[in-house]
């Protein structure tokens, strides 16, 4: 086996602008309207609406399928003894042609008890331009106000109240699960997260969403809402979240390792063999057991465990699950 450049992925109809950034990273002609999101080596599909959101190999199948088919050469023996057949990894491009609404997903527990997903929804943000986003709340919000600010949909409210971040190129973001976030208008990033599609909205005004149907994942809000975090927090805990100017390395926070990691590469570095996805940042060379390739700026490559140890010359980012070992 060998890498596999991927084509754009990119679920249409969304309930949010976005997706000429994505296009234009990529080289790629402009989008349709409302393709603000890239599913990179995706085997989660957009919730209610499979296959939507899944990748598909050049010869027609499902990722998810040829995984559970034979999973050893696509996950290596170590991620299959500790996770089984499941890649445990979500990759997304995504382009906030406006700000995303204020929302939450929930930790794994509360997803398997009243979801019977598989995981709950942790993820984290590599920042590829400049903006603004938002984290947290400043201050302990109880049950009853976090009802209302759901009733009133009382947006500049909401936004008030939580932890507005500026953010730059190179920056990385960790989000846990439960914590309250919203991406700014016009920010395109690389997105790591559990591969889940879960999320309990607080606000759908001004969005293309039917927030009182599809904004509790068909629990109600009374539950949905106990899997939101509503502690206030310092500015150092939000600081705590955030790594600055990665470049090269380990992109995240370590609390985030237990879910995924993220490496920036500029110059050369080697990766074992294992399941990974690599975003080319810039022009980059990929050298496998296949042999040398080169990809463009913008292109996404799912590698195999199969394609051995690899190494990446150039600027990019490397994706991979958490560490199986």
């Known amino acids: 086996m060998r890498p596999i450049r991927l084509p754009a992925n990119q679920p249409q109809a969304r309930f949010y602008r976005g997706g000429a950034q994505i296009a234009r990273f990529r080289g790629d002609p402009p989008p349709p309207p409302n393709t603000p999101e890239d599913w990179v080596g995706s085997t989660t599909s957009v919730r209610g609406d499979a296959p939507v959101g899944l990748t598909r190999l050049a010869d027609g199948e499902l990722l998810v399928d040829a995984v559970a088919r034979d999973p050893l050469p696509w996950l290596g023996a170590a991620h299959l003894e500790r996770y089984g057949a499941d890649t445990m990894l979500l990759v997304k491009l995504l382009d906030a042609g406006q700000r995303l609404p204020v929302h939450a997903h929930p930790d794994g527990a509360f997803a398997r008890e009243h979801l019977a997903a598989a995981h709950g929804k942790a993820e984290a943000w590599y920042l590829l331009t400049p903006g603004t986003v938002h984290l947290g709340f400043v201050r302990d919000v109880g049950p009853a106000e976090l009802r209302?600010?759901?009733?009133?949909?009382?947006?500049?409210?909401?936004?008030?109240?939580?932890?507005?971040?500026?953010?730059?190129?190179?920056?990385?973001?960790?989000?846990?699960?439960?914590?309250?976030?919203?991406?700014?208008?016009?920010?395109?990033?690389?997105?790591?997260?559990?591969?889940?599609?879960?999320?309990?909205?607080?606000?759908?005004?001004?969005?293309?969403?039917?927030?009182?149907r599809d904004g509790h994942l068909g629990l109600g809000f009374d539950l949905a809402l106990a899997a939101v975090d509503s502690r206030g927090r310092r500015t150092a805990e939000i600081d705590a979240l955030v790594r600055r100017g990665v470049r090269d390395g380990d992109a995240l926070v370590a609390d985030a390792r237990p879910y995924f990691r993220l490496d920036a590469v500029e110059g050369t570095a080697e990766f074992p063999a294992g399941f990974a996805i690599i975003i080319a940042l810039d022009d980059i060379e990929l050298a496998s057991a296949a042999g040398?390739?080169?990809?463009?700026?913008?292109?996404?490559?799912?590698?195999?465990?199969?394609?051995?140890?690899?190494?990446?010359?150039g600027r990019a980012l490397v994706a991979r699950p958490p560490d199986g070992t």
Request: glycine share 10%; net charge negative.
């Open 148 to 212: 209302e600010l759901v009733a009133t949909q009382d947006s500049a409210r909401m936004l008030a109240l939580m932890h507005e971040v500026h953010v730059e190129p190179g920056d990385s973001v960790y989000v846990p699960p439960g914590m309250l976030h919203a991406i700014g208008e016009g920010v395109l990033l690389a997105e790591v997260q559990e591969p889940e599609d879960l999320s309990i909205l607080l606000e759908w005004t001004g969005f293309e969403l039917d927030g009182e």
């Open 292 to 313: 040398v390739e080169s990809h463009p700026r913008g292109s996404t490559v799912l590698v195999p465990h199969a394609a051995g140890d690899v190494v990446v010359a």
